[in-house]
Structure formats: C-alpha cells, structure tokens
C-alpha cells in the first residue's frame, strides 16, 4: 500500500477529487485547487500506468474570472472524464459554476462552459459535485448531474439553498437549475447518487441557526423534476474548527448507489456524514433499500477509539459487486496528527473492517485550511480502491494517492 505524491511540492494543493477510466482503468484523473500561481487554480494530475506516475499541469481560467476552487471531477463512457468547479471574479464574489469535459481521456479539455453565473453581493455558486449516471440499467445513461451551494443576498441577509443541474449533451450544456431545498433554511455541500434504475438523489445537511438535519429528495425522470424533501436523521454539526485544530471542518454528506447485480444490495443507496452526536466527530452511515423513499436508522462506522476525531467522509460503491468504501481523515493512530483510512463493508453496509491508507501521519498543527474534503474511486476488475488526500508529510500541503492494494 504505497503513498505516492503526485503534486509539486514547491506550492500547495487540497481538496482532491479522482475518476478511473472504468473501461481502461490505467487512466485516472486528479483535480485539486493547486496554488503554483499564487492564486486559486485547477491543478490536472493524470496517469496513464494505474497510479504508478503522474504528470500535472493547470486547465485554464474562465474568461473574466481571477481564479477557481472547489474542483470535482467524473467519468463519462466511453473516454471522457467531467470536471465542476467554482470560479469567481476580483472582489471574490461573483462565484459561478463551471464545467470542463474532455472526451479524449483528459488529453485535452474543451473550453469551460457556464453552468450558473454569480452576480455580485446577490447570487455566488460554491461547493458543487458532479456525478454521472453509469448505470448499465438506466435509461438516463450519460447523463451528467450537478448539485451545489447556491449562496444569495451574500452580503446583506445572507441565505443558502440547494440548487441542481444537468445536462443530457455529455457537458456541451446545461439545462436551467433547480431548487431543490428550502429558502428558510441554510445548507452546506449536497451529494448525489445514482440507482440502478437511474434514480437520482441529492442530499445536504442543514445548518445552525436552524435544526441540522440530513435531508434527501429524489428525481425519478433524469433530473427532471424532483420530489419532495425526505428527512433521513438529525445531525449533530461538528464544531468548526475541530477541538485542537485551527482548520475549517464543514460538515456535509456523501451519497453512493449500488448499481451493481448482487442480489443482496442492488438498488441500495447509502449516506455518510461526520457527526458530533458522540461529543467528538465520527463517520456515521444510514442506508436506504428502496432507492431513497426510506432510510436506517444511523450508525458509526470508523470503529475507531472513543474521543478519536474522524472527519471528511467519502464514499463510492463498487459496480462489480456492490462493496461499499468510505476514505476519510483521522487522528485515531497518533493524535493530533492525521491519517487517511477506508471503512470497507462486503454485506451491504451491515459491518465494516477499518484499515489505514496513508503510510504515516502528517502534522496539520496550526494551518488554517487543508481543503473541505478528499477523493476517491473504484476500480471495478480489480476491487481496487484508490484514494486522494492533502498530505503535509513533505512540510507542505501537497496531493497524495494511495489504495487498498
């Protein structure tokens, strides 16, 4: 179980998201804000040997933007590979969501496309994930979907709401957003998944002044219309920072289905999410068996020592055989430094063994941001799973890779 740093170490990156070319999985893709220019970039981290190299370069700015965070990237059959991110203007304000697709396994990227523009102290965009519909089973397969912060009146009474896009043309465009959460409430950082039959459902967490809530709600024609809101469990929203810590921990779900054939968990959708019900953070998990209409009642799943801080969950679900996978941050091995593990369950979610992805801890001790999350993805012929992770390990904030292998 190697670590391998795969970004320069003269600058800082975080906030990595990976894709595997599920048809030729030696193509993988890493984006990560990456700072070699002084301000906020896309740092492009390919390889073509399954992990074992990796070059890097920039993908270019938007016109009439200054710089661009929050990147995340997927993969399209049969070669493409879709990257969402956050751009914005001088003042910092502004914030649009923008898409970049590459249909030559990221060899090259088509210009960024607009997908919501911001607009001063009124509308600015953040905190977007992208997730395409690759299930061999649904009639929406291909499509590319979008889910993000939608901010407003950022500088007057401020408000949050979920907002959600998709596009039915591999990225060339978007059709209009919707909203899909409540004006009264705040929300932090949706997740999606996709079922077998092409259901797609977004989550978010709410946010204090108000009750924190997991909530979910389900599209059953492609992202077309959606349902009303489900709510899975209250939440317990960590303190940010974390006790001992100077870094931002935002607290936001991760959603996977299972579109495999096992006849055990076909259809499941699960939810991850850090919680602070226990006085301290751990990863809790609740899974619904009927594509999103009912959810488990939640439990932790780091089986990590009691007080330990577990933080920054992500999950993916193999569509080989439905084995479920959740990376995520921890100072369970030499506290307060941090390690990167994989809770991985064989049965649906039932148990988990826990096993750690990073070959040493890393000292985090007074850095004001390590990113708002990590990356990773399957790579379905091999039950290999690969990781991405702001590791200090070199005295700089740089992306590490690493498996299960």
């Avoid at 970004?7 to 990595?16: G, H, I, R």
């Avoid at 939810?271 to 019900?277: C, G, I, M, T």
Wanted: charged share 15%; with cysteine; net charge negative.
């Amino acid at each position: 179980m190697a670590n391998i740093q795969i970004s320069p170490s003269t600058s800082s990156q975080f906030e990595p998201s990976i894709a595997v070319n599920w048809l030729n999985p030696s193509v993988m893709v890493v984006v990560a804000v990456d700072l070699r220019t002084g301000s906020p970039n896309i740092g492009l981290y390919k390889s073509i040997d399954a992990g074992a190299t990796w070059s890097t370069r920039l993908l270019p700015l938007p016109a009439g933007f200054v710089a661009i965070e929050s990147p995340h990237i997927d993969y399209v059959f049969p070669n493409s590979f879709v990257v969402v991110a956050h751009a914005f203007d001088a003042d910092g304000l502004s914030g649009s969501i923008v898409t970049y697709t590459s249909n030559n396994n990221a060899s090259t990227f088509g210009p960024p496309v607009i997908v919501n523009q911001g607009f001063g102290q009124f509308v600015n965009d953040d905190q977007v994930i992208v997730v395409t519909d690759k299930a061999g089973s649904s009639p929406f397969f291909g499509n590319i979907y979008t889910a993000y912060t939608h901010d407003y009146n950022t500088q007057f009474i401020p408000g949050n709401t979920i907002f959600f896009n998709r596009s039915k043309d591999g990225g060339k465009t978007f059709l209009d957003p919707l909203l899909l959460s409540s004006v009264n409430e705040f929300e932090e950082f949706p997740g999606i998944a996709i079922t077998l039959n092409g259901i797609a459902i977004v989550g978010w967490i709410t946010q204090p002044p108000g009750p924190s809530e997991l909530r979910t709600t389900t599209s059953q024609d492609g992202g077309a219309t959606f349902g009303i809101e489900t709510r899975v469990t209250s939440v317990v929203v960590d303190p940010s920072p974390l006790p001992g810590y100077q870094f931002r921990c935002l607290t936001y779900p991760s959603l996977a289905g299972d579109i495999s054939n096992s006849p055990t968990t076909r259809g499941n959708v699960y939810a991850v999410w850090q919680d602070f019900r226990e006085g301290y953070s751990d990863i809790f998990l609740s899974i619904s068996t009927n594509f999103g209409v009912d959810w488990s009642t939640p439990k932790p799943i780091a089986n990590s020592p009691v007080g330990a801080q577990n933080f920054f969950p992500t999950i993916t679900v193999s569509p080989s055989d439905g084995a479920v996978f959740v990376s995520y941050y921890t100072n369970r091995v030499n506290p307060p430094n941090i390690d990167v593990f994989l809770a991985t369950s064989r049965d649906g979610g039932k148990t988990f063994t826990n096993t750690r992805t990073t070959t040493t801890s890393f000292n985090v001790e007074g850095i004001p941001l390590i990113g708002d999350y990590i990356g990773n993805a399957v790579v379905p012929q091999l039950d290999r799973l690969v990781c991405v992770w702001t590791d200090t390990r070199t005295g700089v904030e740089n992306i590490w890779f690493g498996d299960n292998q």
